[in-house]
């Protein structure tokens, strides 16, 4: 089976830090598979996305990412993988409050080399974000104008734009109540379902694990697993 993520013997430190802030000593999360992510506040979480997304350079061990040994890629390499292949939506949801809904989530298209077509660009985006309940008159308003769940749904259609290989999401619930977090999780996993999309997802929900083939429990100090 081709794996999304292996990772073997992982291992991160922040400078001044006596010990690891990431232990991983084993991760294979098979393509389409969704991996859930736990652990309490300063366990290491974001900073294992930010491997995964190859923002952060590996360290020590080894982490491949659909093949791709990271440790290998130069920071330019990989920005290029990333924007080819990841999706990420942020604990914040960044969206731009300067660009409209509809062009916030076709944003993507700026850091691509296979840029989709304008009109089908357009398409897409509407297609999504309709898919992910977001009503058509709010497509031209800025993305201040929506509310917090409607804003973090807008950050789903742009980070599945691009059709990414593997979507990584670092608690984009937890500015909602316990219903909308599950309703918005249905929502999210129709879309990967369909897909086909590798799911990786930081929660501190643990009701919303059931919804995931594997868990990666980090914990305090130190990140063991
Ligand atoms: N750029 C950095 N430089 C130094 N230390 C950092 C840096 N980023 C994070 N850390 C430290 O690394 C540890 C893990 O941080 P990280 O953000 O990965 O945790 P987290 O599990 O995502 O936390 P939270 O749930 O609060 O978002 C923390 O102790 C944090 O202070």
Do not use: W
């Not at 916030?104 to 297609?127: C, P, S, Y």
């Amino acid at each position: 089976m081709q794996l999304a993520i292996e990772a073997s013997q992982l291992t991160f430190s922040y400078p001044n830090a006596n010990t690891p802030t990431l232990q991983i000593e084993q991760l294979a999360l098979p393509i389409g598979h969704k991996l859930f992510v736990e652990g309490p506040s300063g366990s290491g979480k974001s900073t294992l996305l930010s491997l995964l997304a190859g923002i952060t350079p590996v360290q020590s061990g080894s982490l491949k990412i659909l093949g791709e040994d990271m440790a290998k890629l130069s920071g330019r390499a990989r920005d290029a993988f990333r924007a080819e292949h990841i999706g990420y939506v942020f604990q914040q949801f960044n969206l731009l409050p300067y660009l409209s809904v509809l062009e916030n989530v076709q944003i993507a298209d700026t850091f691509r080399h296979k840029k989709l077509a304008a009109r089908q660009g357009k398409e897409r985006a509407m297609q999504l974000l309709s898919a992910l309940q977001i009503p058509q008159e709010a497509f031209s308003k800025s993305g201040i104008e929506l509310s917090v769940g409607q804003q973090q749904r807008v950050a789903i259609a742009r980070a599945l734009y691009a059709k990414p290989d593997i979507l990584i999401a670092d608690e984009p619930t937890s500015a909602l109540d316990h219903a909308n977090a599950a309703a918005f999780m249905q929502l999210l996993l129709k879309q990967v379902n369909e897909q086909g999309t590798t799911l990786v997802y930081v929660s501190h929900d643990e009701s919303l694990r059931l919804n995931f083939d594997q868990m990666v429990r980090l914990r305090s100090p130190g990140g063991a697993q």
